[in-house]
């Protein structure tokens, strides 16, 4: 049985990969450029989350409007862990809250059929005091997993699953540093 709050991501020793939905437009002007411009939203805070199918579940697999696309966002893990740092949890005191660079939530993880599952995957809003060292420091990449995430989706209503699991990518427990665990894991 996993952990109640455990992040799982997938990563490698310099990056790990945060998912967000967008529409056609934010997708297409962020893709040409390879990095997040307009008309993508500098003024206001944006969710990235460690968990495909998290996102899956909040964006009914691209078919939400206004969440049509689906980007994988490559990002340093020092930025990573620098936004987590700066967090603060979404239930703590709400001058706190109001106050924080970075917002954390724990909300239950789902599967690939969107049903809750018993443990928590971890959303993380990036303030717009921050936005931009997120959108031009820490990022390192763009994916459009747009493809993917409709087939696996035909696949899963199909009943395929096997075939849909395929597809996913592959997550794994995210070692934070101690002082991290301590922040939010409370």
């Known amino acids: 049985m996993a952990p109640l709050y455990q992040i799982r991501a997938d990563?490698?020793?310099?990056?790990?990969?945060?998912?967000?939905?967008?529409?056609?437009?934010?997708?297409?002007?962020?893709?040409?450029?390879?990095?997040?411009v307009a008309p993508f939203a500098f003024h206001r805070m944006t969710w990235i989350k460690p968990s495909f199918l998290w996102l899956m579940h909040r964006s009914n697999w691209a078919r939400k409007p206004g969440q049509e696309r689906v980007l994988a966002v490559r990002m340093t893990r020092q930025g990573w862990e620098e936004a987590l740092s700066q967090a603060v949890l979404t239930t703590a005191d709400a001058a706190a809250v109001a106050r924080a660079s970075v917002h954390v939530q724990?909300?239950?993880?789902?599967?690939?059929?969107?049903?809750?599952?018993?443990?928590?995957?971890?959303?993380?809003g990036i303030g717009r005091d921050l936005i931009?060292?997120?959108?031009?420091?820490?990022?390192?990449?763009?994916?459009?997993?747009?493809?993917?995430?409709?087939?696996?989706?035909?696949?899963?209503?199909a009943g395929h699953a096997a075939k849909a699991r395929q597809l996913l990518p592959a997550e794994r427990v995210y070692p934070l540093p101690r002082t991290l665990e301590d922040l939010l894991f409370r």
Request: glycine share 6%; no cysteine.
């Open 132 to 157: 931009r060292t997120y959108a031009d420091d820490w990022i390192v990449g763009l994916t459009d997993l747009t493809p993917q995430v409709r087939k696996a989706a035909a696949l899963t209503q």
């Open 106 to 124: 724990w909300d239950p993880e789902r599967s690939s059929r969107g049903a809750a599952l018993n443990h928590y995957s971890i959303q993380v």
């Open 11 to 36: 990563y490698d020793a310099g990056t790990i990969v945060v998912y967000q939905a967008y529409t056609p437009a934010i997708a297409e002007a962020a893709l040409s450029a390879g990095r997040f």
